[in-house]
């Protein structure tokens, strides 16, 4: 008895789960920010609506073979219930949700002016590179940056490993596979401050790999990628004459700067991006100098070198400078 109470309450809890998850305004599927979620969103209503319908016609029917009494039902009789309540309407009704579900399949068109985002899956981060018709690409790392209302062709591809990239409130997932570059179009519906997150185990931190997305205003948007384009400002101080010498300038690129690497992220305006470690971090001076000289404290596995022999006040200085970076 104890056992099936507990069973029940087990059950209970399932569709509380499920609205809880719709609170969550930055990272869920039950909260579109895209027309592609949307849909989506749309097409789960319906395929459970369709679920519950065969599950209730089965329990209604399984209660009336209980308590209709014997003899109620002949031979041919049970085999036109079978061939209508088992075969025909099932089919019936799966054919129809699958003909409903079709049209949205169709990928959304893409014309040659939209914007190009390529966004490639590195161990542990996200190198991402707008690609305008007709201007230079522009770099940047570990946040995602659309027009709201504008149609975007994700380019995704795996540079080491395999990455999931997943963007719930915009659209599905797809993978990212090294050598293989697939595409995405997507639009979103409205401006906001959103999350995505690595779905395909990629190495030890897969679960510290995620990134921001911000939906921003059409015309905010345009004045946001002219103003990356430009080279980066550098604040007043030791801090860029630091970060050259101790050699971070071999992995990471500055634009405006001697720092030309392409190993790491680019850094060129990291000071405007609304986290670093791929989302894990808010861009504090005391967590940008902390992950300078201990990065693998924060993300088992990185591949970028700590700094143990630097000081703290050195540190302190390179991070004053990157921050000051917009």
């Known amino acids: 008895m104890r056992q099936a109470i507990g069973m029940l309450r087990g059950r209970a809890t399932v569709p509380l789960l499920l609205a809880l998850a719709g609170c969550n305004q930055q990272q869920s599927a039950l909260v579109p920010f895209g027309e592609e979620a949307a849909v989506l969103r749309h097409l789960t209503v319906v395929m459970v609506a369709g679920a519950v319908v065969i599950a209730l016609a089965l329990a209604a029917l399984m209660a009336w073979a209980v308590r209709a009494p014997e003899g ?30 079709l049209p ?23 190198r991402v590179q707008y690609e305008p018709a007709g201007a230079a690409p522009v770099t940047s790392a570990n946040e995602i ?8 062709l994700l380019h995704l591809e795996g540079r080491d490993v395999v990455h999931s990239f997943w963007i719930p409130g915009l ?128 993300k088992p596995g990185v591949r970028m070198p700590a700094f143990p022999q630097m000081s703290e006040a050195e540190a302190r200085a390179i991070a004053r400078y990157l921050k000051g970076l917009k």
């Open 104 to 126: 949205a399949m169709r990928p959304r068109a893409v014309a040659p002016a939209d914007l190009r985002i390529a966004v490639t899956g590195e161990q542990f981060w996200w």
């Open 72 to 101: 109620r039902l002949g031979l041919r009789g049970g085999e036109r219930l079978i061939l209508v309540a088992g075969g025909v309407l099932p089919t019936v009704l799966l054919l129809g949700l699958l003909a409903y579900s």
């Open 145 to 152: 940056r659309i027009p709201v209302g504008r149609t975007v």
């Open 171 to 298: 659209a599905g997932k797809t993978d990212m596979i090294p050598g293989r570059r697939n595409v995405m179009a997507v639009r979103a519906t409205r401006a906001g401050l959103f999350r995505g997150q690595c779905t395909e185990f990629c190495g030890l931190s897969h679960a510290l790999m995620a990134f921001d997305v911000v939906a921003m205003p059409a015309a905010e948007f345009d004045r946001w990628l002219a103003a990356e384009r430009q080279p980066a400002v550098a604040p007043a101080g030791a801090g860029k004459a630091l970060f050259l010498a101790n050699g971070c300038g071999g992995c990471h690129a500055i634009r405006g700067t001697g720092a030309a690497g392409a190993i790491g992220p680019d850094l060129s305006h990291l000071g405007g991006r609304t986290t670093i470690a791929a989302g894990m971090l808010r861009p504090t001076e005391a967590n940008i100098a902390a992950f300078v000289r201990h990065p693998e404290r924060f």
